[in-house]
């Protein structure tokens, strides 16, 4: 199916539905084995709303090729609504830190450019080397010279409890729900908000409804997937947390199989007025575990948000 470009409003408010190439990341951007045009067209034939990019996907290097991706998901009637980066905003030396600031203002100008209104930040790196309250101060001084940049573009910038990038060594400074909550504490504005993860909470060994409650009026996207342990536990995973990329006995899983609550969470930004972007990670088994990913979502976004 191509989507009609009525399909998606900003006005609207029922939340609107995302896809992020989360099985693809390595052919888009290491190998250059698939082109983001065969993703963008392999989407379009989702029932979904709009396109999650990365901001390392090959095809983006090029900053003249940006309006003509923007075009191309347009004319399929997707928006691009969300950029995906991970800048390492926790490192000790202030010059690493002021390039991941400008490179975090690239990728802002990157998403306004998609015609995208949030574009992520991380902490960073939990290095053993940092203290909490030294990270804390590295992270919120460096989106604190962000946040200009990205109002004068009208993009917001959103924040992930995250569990770990593909290509970092050690996972999420904040990864954690109290350094996690006292860090957002500390930045007010208007152009900065959560993106939820309820897996990556899991994978923290903590309640994600629990943490979710403490963030909700605060959340304007969110990232929806399900995780397991092929095998092994959390504790098994943890002390394989400090290699690079993901540990091998971690997997995604077909939403709405795992461990999350959906009705739940659903339940919850309905009742704080939740419009936003749900953006999908999932797909590690291929396009058909996808659909019955974005199937299952749009029946619980009906039913907890009203019709689509």
């Known amino acids: 199916m191509v989507n009609s470009p009525a399909s998606w409003n900003e006005s609207d408010t029922m939340p609107k539905l995302a896809a992020f190439p989360k099985a693809l990341m390595d052919q888009l951007c290491i190998d250059g084995t698939m082109s983001l045009d065969e993703w963008i067209n392999l989407a379009a034939t989702l029932d979904i709303d709009g396109l999650e990019f990365y901001s390392g996907i090959l095809d983006l290097r090029d900053a003249s090729s940006w309006p003509i991706y923007r075009n191309k998901a347009a004319d399929l009637g997707l928006s691009i609504p969300m950029l995906c980066c991970s800048p390492d905003f926790a490192h000790p030396d202030v010059n690493f830190r002021a390039e991941q600031v400008e490179k975090e203002k690239d990728w802002i100008a990157m998403t306004a450019a998609l015609g995208g209104r949030y574009c992520r930040v991380l902490s960073g790196q939990r290095r053993p080397e940092v ?25 917001t910038l959103i924040i992930e409890n995250h569990y770990k990038d593909n290509y970092w060594t050690y996972p999420e400074f904040a990864q954690h729900m109290e350094v996690f909550c006292d860090l957002i504490e500390r930045i007010d504005s208007p152009h900065f908000g959560v993106n939820y993860d309820p897996s990556n909470t899991i994978l923290a060994g903590e309640d994600p409804l629990e943490l979710l409650d403490r963030v909700k009026h605060r959340v304007v996207t969110m990232h929806a997937s399900d995780r397991y342990l092929i095998e092994g536990t959390v504790e098994d995973l943890r002390r394989e947390e400090n290699v690079e990329g993901y540990a091998a006995r971690l997997s995604h899983g077909e939403i709405g199989k795992g461990l999350n609550d959906y009705d739940a969470i659903f339940s919850t930004l309905n009742d704080v007025g939740f419009d936003g972007w749900i953006s999908i990670e999932d797909g590690v088994d291929g396009m058909e575990q996808l659909e019955r990913s974005v199937s299952f979502l749009r029946r619980k976004m009906e039913q907890h948000f009203g019709e689509a």
Do not use: K
């Open 131 to 155: 203290s909490r309250a030294d990270g804390i101060n590295y992270v919120v001084d460096c989106i604190e010279q962000c946040l200009p940049f990205a109002a004068e573009r009208g993009v």
